[in-house]
């Protein structure tokens, strides 16, 4: 690892140098406060060891800048100085020191020290890295709540993919594409934003994930990231608070542009993670169950909300729907039974 030395005493230097490349360490060196900032600012190393009583500027100031430098301010700082006061220990803390060792040391107990300080580093960057990828992996498709829930735990984010039961939930806009051929795209193009963002908001209100935007239908997720044990019932009353929205939302529309939204839902198996490329990727669900929520909402008239014989056996207490039968669904060799949902039960 990278490790930088400030001492303006050459001896100094040159023993600490001695135990850092006895450990395997590349060695950055300073004599000064100001170069010691410039050269951990370029070069960004690993560790910072750092006297106290150096020109240009003392290295309590040193680390105070460092440390509130949203650039530098994860580099573990280690203060090794001839002053042993008490005083000079609690400066040295204050100013944002991850340790403090005090001249003459024993080399021993300086590795220990500047092991334990990497060791740190190393799970800082690793836990950093994983809330990264869990801000730019779901940022986009789930509500602000949901993603501090997963930067407080990210044990609870199975990156790279896993079998697991979800329901999906498809919406889709009714004749639009009738509606498109006629409509200036501009306008068409505002719209649609209009009705993806009532959508988006209600799936959002329920804890669902935004999975996609597919031309003028959405594809929603429940279960995935966080573990929902009425995850059916969530898809549902989205879908049934989205059918409801629609009359308000209709008024700001003329009466050509006042379409349906469709809906099917599926609970079942799917295997849900990142797909894409390193360079393009995101987090999604394959597999049969998202097909047969496909073809529910492609079944859909009239603002209908269908659902699959699975998703109804686990919201039939709450809700009260009526049995469609058994619908002939594409790619799917045996009949689908299918249910109406129409209302929550009181």
């Known amino acids: 690892m990278k490790i930088l030395v400030a001492d303006d005493n050459e001896d100094n230097r040159q023993l600490i140098r001695d135990i850092l490349e006895g450990m395997g360490h590349e060695i ?7 170069k010691t900032i410039a050269l951990t600012q370029a070069a960004l190393p690993d560790l910072v060891i750092l006297d106290v009583n150096m020109p240009g500027m003392s290295g309590f100031a040193v680390c105070a800048i460092l440390k509130g430098d949203s650039a530098t301010a994860q580099i573990p700082v280690l203060m090794l100085t001839a002053m042993a006061d008490v005083e000079a220990r609690v400066q040295g803390l204050g100013s944002g020191a991850d340790d403090y060792l005090t001249k003459p040391f024993n080399p021993r107990e300086l590795k220990a020290r500047i092991q334990t300080r990497l060791r740190a580093k190393v799970e800082t960057d690793g836990l950093r890295e994983t809330q990264q990828m869990i801000r730019s992996t779901f940022e986009r498709f789930v509500s602000p709540a949901v993603v501090e829930q997963l930067l407080a735990n990210p044990a609870q984010v199975a990156l790279g993919g896993r079998l697991q039961e979800v329901t999906v939930l498809f919406t889709d806009l009714e004749n639009f594409t009738g509606i498109s051929e006629r409509a200036e795209p501009e306008k068409l193009l505002s719209i649609l934003n209009m009705y993806h963002s009532l959508v988006v908001r209600i799936i959002l209100e329920h804890a669902g994930t935004v999975d996609k935007f597919i031309g003028d239908g959405v594809m929603a997720l429940f279960n995935t990231p966080l573990e929902q044990s009425d995850h059916a019932l969530r898809a549902v009353k989205s879908a049934l608070d989205i059918r409801e929205a629609l009359p308000e939302f209709y008024k700001g529309f003329e009466a050509r542009y006042r379409m349906r939204i469709n809906f099917g839902i599926h609970s079942g198996m799917a295997v849900v993670g990142n797909v894409g490329t390193s360079e393009i990727m995101d987090f999604t669900a394959v597999g049969d169950t998202v097909n047969l929520a496909a073809r529910l909402q492609g079944l859909a008239r009239s603002s209908q909300i269908l659902v699959s014989e699975a998703t109804y056996a686990r919201v039939l207490k709450e ?26 039960l009181a």
Do not use: F, H, Q
Request: zero cysteines; hydrophobic letters at 40%; aromatic letters at 4%.
């Open 28 to 34: 950055i060196e300073s004599a000064d406060g100001p």
């Open 319 to 344: 809700v009260n729907a009526k049995m469609i039968g058994s619908l002939t669904v594409k790619g799917r060799s045996e009949p689908v039974m299918a249910y109406e949902v129409v209302e929550l």
